[in-house]
Each structure stands twice: as structure tokens, then as C-alpha cells.
């Protein structure tokens, strides 16, 4: 365990000594100091919200998504299918040996404007029985959202955050 607190990024060298003839130890040299990343919801929605109006998509996560259903008058609010891989995603395990994992969402409804109509945003908590997690290894984590959406939006962005490990990815899906 470190005996330091500073956590700023810098290599920090690991040395073991073996005080018995003959033995060999075999370990990793070093580490980086990297600080835990901020677990409380207003810098994780910050990380979001950053992703989100960005010009760029975030390619920490591979994300596809396709439209299911575009909003109309009648029926203000679009449907989005999201495949996520598996394993970009870290996977930890509860208390019963299960995999799971947290990831945030963050839908943005755009028009013409670069300002968002609508944002909805969730926080998505898998826990899965091992034949769950070897077939979402296999064919992705697969998500429907919903988010309302007027008859004038043009886009969603949809953007993701794997709580564990910080890894965001986003994505836009036009709806026009």
C-alpha cells in the first residue's frame, strides 16, 4: 500500500526484497499516482455534460445506435436502440460473485440551435448472472432508450459513462 498521498500522475517506483536464497520475486516495476476518479453525481454529470456539447465524440466506449421510432407531433419523443462492447466496459463483481457494472447515460436532443430542445439523462446498474455477462461479452450490452423529443429535433447524442473506470463515449443519431 503507498505510504504517500500524493496523488499527481508521477511514476512511482515498486521494489520487493526476498530475504530467503534462491528465491526469485517477479513484479510489476512501478505504477502511475493517479487520484480515484470523483464518484459523486455533480463531477460525473460535468463529465457528461462536457461530452455532450462537445463538437468531437468521445471514443472512450464503442457505442453504436440506431433510431426506432422519430418523434412526430402526435408523438413527441424518439426511440433509440444502443450497443454497447462489452469490453470497453468494466465489469467488477458484487457481493454474490456476480459481474456488474454502473454506467451513466445522457441523451441530448438537438435542433437547429446548438443548444439542447431536451436532456434525459439515467443511470443504468447491471447486475448479471454469468450467462447474462458471457452473451453481453459476446453481442454487446444492448439498451432501448427513450427521450422526449420534439417534431423539430434533428439529432440525439448519446453518451455514455462507465462508472468504474471513467471511459466515456458518445455518439450522434440523426433523426431528419
Same mark, same amino acid.
Not at 505504477?31 to 480515484?36: C, L, R
Not at 462536457?50 to 445506435?65: D, F, K, P, R, V
Given at each position: 500500500?503507498?505510504?504517500?498521498? &500524493?496523488?499527481?500522475?508521477?511514476?512511482?517506483? %515498486?521494489? %520487493?526484497?526476498?530475504?530467503?536464497?534462491?528465491? &526469485?520475486?517477479?513484479?510489476?516495476?512501478?505504477?502511475?499516482? !493517479?487520484?480515484?476518479?470523483? @464518484?459523486?453525481?455533480?463531477?460525473? $454529470?460535468?463529465?457528461?455534460? *462536457?461530452?455532450? !456539447?462537445? /463538437?468531437?465524440?468521445? @471514443?472512450?466506449?464503442? %457505442?453504436?445506435? =440506431?433510431?426506432?421510432? =422519430?418523434?412526430? &407531433?402526435?408523438?413527441?419523443?424518439?426511440?433509440?436502440?444502443?450497443?454497447?462492447?462489452?469490453?470497453?466496459?468494466?465489469?467488477? #463483481?458484487?457481493? $454474490?460473485?456476480?459481474?456488474?457494472? @454502473?454506467?451513466? !447515460?445522457?441523451?441530448?436532443?438537438?435542433?437547429?440551435?446548438? /443548444?439542447?430542445?431536451?436532456?434525459?439523462?439515467?443511470?443504468?446498474?447491471?447486475?448479471? =448472472? $454469468?450467462? $447474462?455477462?458471457?452473451?453481453?461479452?459476446?453481442?454487446?450490452?444492448?439498451?432501448?432508450?427513450?427521450?422526449?423529443?420534439?417534431?423539430?429535433? #434533428?439529432?440525439?447524442?448519446?453518451?455514455?459513462?462507465?462508472?468504474? *473506470?471513467?471511459?466515456?463515449?458518445?455518439?450522434?443519431?440523426? %433523426?431528419?
Amino acid at each position: 500500500t503507498p505510504s504517500h498521498d &500524493e496523488w499527481d500522475g508521477k511514476f512511482r517506483e %515498486i521494489k %520487493i526484497k526476498v530475504n530467503r536464497p534462491g528465491l &526469485e520475486a517477479r513484479y510489476r516495476k512501478g505504477y502511475y499516482a !493517479m487520484a480515484d476518479l470523483p @464518484t459523486d453525481p455533480k463531477s460525473r $454529470q460535468a463529465v457528461m455534460a *462536457s461530452a455532450g !456539447m462537445s /463538437a468531437l465524440s468521445s @471514443t472512450g466506449l464503442t %457505442i453504436l445506435a =440506431k433510431l426506432l421510432e =422519430k418523434p412526430t &407531433e402526435a408523438a413527441p419523443h424518439a426511440v433509440l436502440s444502443v450497443v454497447m462492447d462489452g469490453h470497453d466496459i468494466h465489469f467488477g #463483481r458484487n457481493a $454474490q460473485g456476480q459481474p456488474d457494472a @454502473t454506467l451513466d !447515460m445522457l441523451l441530448l436532443v438537438f435542433g437547429d440551435q446548438p /443548444a439542447p430542445l431536451n436532456q434525459t439523462g439515467r443511470v443504468v446498474h447491471l447486475v448479471l =448472472k $454469468q450467462e $447474462q455477462y458471457d452473451q453481453m461479452m459476446k453481442g454487446g450490452v444492448r439498451l432501448t432508450l427513450d427521450v422526449d423529443a420534439p417534431a423539430n429535433s #434533428r439529432r440525439v447524442r448519446v453518451v455514455a459513462r462507465d462508472a468504474a *473506470s471513467g471511459k466515456v463515449g458518445s455518439l450522434d443519431v440523426p %433523426i431528419k
